[in-house]
Nanobody, 115 residues
Framework: QVQFVESGGGLVQPGGSLRLSCAAS????????MGWYRQAPGKQRELVAS???????NYADSVKGRFTTSRDNAKNTVYLQMNSLKPDDTAVYYC?????????WGQGTQVTVSS
């Protein structure tokens, strides 16, 4: 099964931006829905964006209008552009299929929003 490796996280001030990348070990062209998830300290992992091969991308209300996801099937890579970041966005961010494939979770990438 496909494995995912996330990168691009870091420390950013409130209002700043980051672009996360998710590289897949195999082809994502046939994956119908790709998702970005995040897990904040003490909280359950949540789905923040789900992107089908075709059709409308869905975002969690908490990130709508600030986050944008895209996929490059030729590079087997998924991206998450995060703008106007808030302290509440602090979390470890993961990509996976949606619904998630349990054996495909990567290590995630830490995003910390703090002044």
């Amino acid at each position: 099964q496909v494995q995912f490796v996330e990168s691009g996280g870091g420390l950013v001030q409130p209002g700043g931006s980051l672009r996360l990348s998710c590289a897949a070990s195999g082809s994502i062209a046939s994956i119908y829905v790709m998702g970005w998830y995040r897990q904040a300290p003490g909280k359950q992992r949540e789905l923040v964006a789900s992107m089908p091969r075709f059709g409308r991308i869905n975002y969690a209300d908490s990130v709508k209008g600030r986050f944008t996801t895209s996929r490059d099937n030729a590079k087997n890579t998924v991206y998450l552009q995060m703008n106007s970041l808030k302290p509440d966005d602090t979390a470890v961010y993961y990509c996976n299929t949606a619904p998630a494939t349990q054996g495909s979770w990567g290590q995630g990438t830490q995003v910390t929003v703090s002044s």
